[in-house]
């Protein structure tokens, strides 16, 4: 059973949100789901696959997501790990030319006042 935030939170797509990962656990409310409410001001709603190239560049940018965390409980994310990021730093990803796949099923619909359906239809990944 997936422990919902909002239990009628949808994807891009129209559906029900789905779970994006657990092992790391992600999301703003750290429930696994990339849910967003009034405190999320990162709008931490895009599911993606992470890469090397992503990893990297997000180091770049200031956002060290491989490095754990042990005091925060955080593992460092590796190249295949799903992880809830922030629409806006999806979409700079995006303009630099390594934005990591999508899973849309897993993506809330608030990503869209980011970025369109067909740009991350574009990225998806095969799930």
């Given at each position: 059973?997936?422990?919902?935030?909002?239990?009628?939170?949808?994807n891009v797509l129209g559906g029900e949100l789905q779970r994006c990962?657990?092992?790391?656990?992600?999301?703003?409310?750290?429930?696994?789901?990339?849910?967003?409410?009034?405190?999320?001001?990162?709008?931490?709603?895009?599911?993606?696959?992470?890469?090397?190239?992503?990893?990297?560049?997000?180091?770049?940018?200031?956002?060290?997501?491989?490095?754990?965390?042990?005091?925060?409980?955080?593992?460092?994310?590796?190249?295949?790990?799903?992880?809830?990021?922030?629409?806006?730093?999806?979409?700079?990803?995006?303009?630099?030319?390594?934005?990591?796949?999508?899973?849309?099923?897993?993506?809330?619909?608030?990503?869209?006042?980011?970025?369109?359906?067909?740009?991350?239809?574009?990225?998806a990944a095969t799930v």
């Open positions: 059973m997936t422990i919902r935030y909002d239990a009628d939170a949808l990962s657990m092992d790391p656990v992600t999301g703003f409310f750290r429930n696994g789901c990339c849910e967003t409410g009034p405190h999320d001001l990162g709008l931490h709603t895009v599911c993606a696959v992470m890469t090397a190239e992503f990893l990297a560049y997000s180091r770049s940018v200031g956002n060290d997501l491989s490095t754990p965390v042990p005091e925060s409980g955080f593992p460092g994310l590796r190249p295949g790990d799903r992880w809830c990021l922030c629409a806006p730093r999806w979409k700079e990803a995006l303009d630099a030319g390594c934005a990591p796949q999508v899973v849309l099923e897993a993506t809330h619909e608030e990503t869209l006042a980011i970025v369109t359906l067909g740009v991350l239809r574009d990225h």
